[in-house]
């Protein structure tokens, strides 16, 4: 118990980045963000499983698809996790950290049909903006109009995905 919180003191010490959100801010935006993130790896994890797992007659153009939105999706990884360590927060560590957040489900199915894994991934892409702007509602209570500002694009590039999902799904 003791080593455990030295761990915690030298995370304060050494991991605290000053900012004027104020200790409730940093603790509740921090956290907003480790669960966003641990969604993002979930979905950008997902979203490379049916890449590589794609068949069918639409092959190259689904396979196509999912690697662009797998690039996108990864693309927000660093700057989640960044923006929490910039208002003095610290971000997820590992898989099993993942695992214990994340809210979006796994699929490790031998095989799933291309429009099953389309019709999952606009699922989840939903889910994801549903996160995306409970977190936003978050800075919003809190004054903290930079992490909103990055949620707004982020929320704009989930909705875009699921919109293309969407339409393919509807054929």
């Not at 940093?26 to 790896?41: E, S």
């Amino acid at each position: 118990m003791t080593q455990q919180l030295s761990k915690t003191a030298d995370s304060d010490r050494f991991l605290r980045t000053p900012t004027d959100l104020g200790s409730d801010a940093t603790r509740d935006i921090a956290a907003g963000l480790a669960g966003l993130l641990a969604d993002v790896f979930t979905l950008y994890l997902k979203t490379k499983n049916f890449h590589w797992h794609m068949s069918g007659p639409n092959f190259r153009d689904y396979h196509l698809l999912l690697d662009e939105h797998g690039d996108q999706i990864f693309a927000m990884t660093d700057a989640i996790a960044e923006r929490a360590r910039k208002i003095g927060g610290t971000t997820i560590r590992s898989i099993s950290d993942i695992a214990g957040r994340q809210r979006i489900l796994d699929n490790n199915a031998d095989y799933v049909g291309p429009q099953d894994m389309l019709a999952e991934l606009h699922g989840d892409n939903k889910q994801l903006v549903a996160e995306l702007r409970r977190v936003h509602e978050l800075c919003d209570s809190y004054s903290d109009i930079a992490t909103a500002s990055l949620i707004e694009g982020w929320i704009d590039e989930s909705e875009r995905r699921g919109w293309f999902l969407y339409e393919i799904c509807r054929a």
